[in-house]
C-alpha cells in the first residue's frame, strides 16, 4: 500500500507565498511523474505542475512564474512553492505521483487527501 501525505496549506494574503510538501511512503519500488492538481468550489480538478523522476517540469499558464514544483527522490516527496499568491489561487491541491510499489508491475496513479489554500484579499 502507498500513501501520499500532503502538508504546507493555510490562509494567506494576497501577495503572499506558501509552499506544499507531499511525502510518499509505503513499498514504493519507484515513482515517476509527481504533480500538483487543484480544486476549486464549484470547479473541476486541474493541473497545476508536475515533474518528471528526471526533473523536467511543466506547468499550467496561470502559474508560470509564480509557482515551482520541485523534488526530492531520495525522500520520495514533491514540493510546491507558490508565490505572489492570488485570490483565484484559493482552492484544494492534491498532489498525485505514479508510483511503481513491489506489488504492481506497473505504475499505479495515487492521490493526496488535499489541503486547503485559503487566499485572502
Known amino acids: 500500500q502507498v500513501q501520499l501525505v500532503e502538508s504546507g496549506g493555510g490562509l494567506v494574503q494576497a501577495g503572499g507565498s506558501l509552499r506544499l510538501s507531499c511525502a510518499a511512503s509505503?513499498?514504493?519500488?519507484?515513482?515517476?511523474?509527481m504533480g500538483w492538481y487543484r480544486q476549486a468550489v464549484g470547479n473541476e480538478r486541474e493541473l497545476v505542475a508536475r515533474?518528471?523522476?528526471?526533473?523536467?517540469?511543466n506547468y499550467a499558464d496561470f502559474v508560470k512564474g509564480r509557482f515551482t514544483i520541485s523534488r526530492d527522490n531520495a525522500k520520495n516527496t514533491v514540493y510546491l512553492q507558490m508565490n505572489s499568491l492570488k485570490p483565484e489561487d484559493e482552492a484544494v491541491y492534491y498532489c498525485?505521483?505514479?508510483?511503481?510499489?513491489?506489488?504492481?508491475?506497473?505504475?499505479?496513479?495515487?492521490w493526496g487527501q488535499g489541503t486547503q489554500v485559503t487566499v485572502s484579499s
Open positions: 515533474i518528471t523522476s528526471g526533473g523536467s517540469t
Open positions: 509505503g513499498r514504493i519500488f519507484s515513482i515517476n511523474t
Open positions: 498525485n505521483a505514479a508510483v511503481r510499489s513491489y506489488a504492481t508491475e506497473y505504475p499505479v496513479d495515487y
